[in-house]
């Protein structure tokens, strides 16, 4: 995902708690959901147990896959 397209769910997420239209926990639960589906297991499989403690509500655990990289030079 884009960063932006991440940035822009984080501050819709935050927006939907500080209008009282949803709950940190229950915007947790279906972002593991929806991970859940899409991976097979969810965010605490994949990051750990204490993923909260390293992104936040309402900050989305997303890393890129890694680029590749090929040397340019014989070194």
Sequence with gaps: MPPSRRLR????MEAAVLLG??????LVASM???YRDEYGHG???????????FFPFPQIPAMSRRA?????TKE
Aim: aromatic share 10%.
């Design 21 to 26: 239209i949803a709950t940190p926990a229950a």
């Design 43 to 53: 965010l605490g499989e994949a990051f750990g147990t204490d993923w909260q403690d």
């Design 9 to 12: 769910a984080e501050g819709m």
């Design 68 to 72: 590749p990289v090929y040397p340019s």
């Design 32 to 34: 593991d959901q929806c």
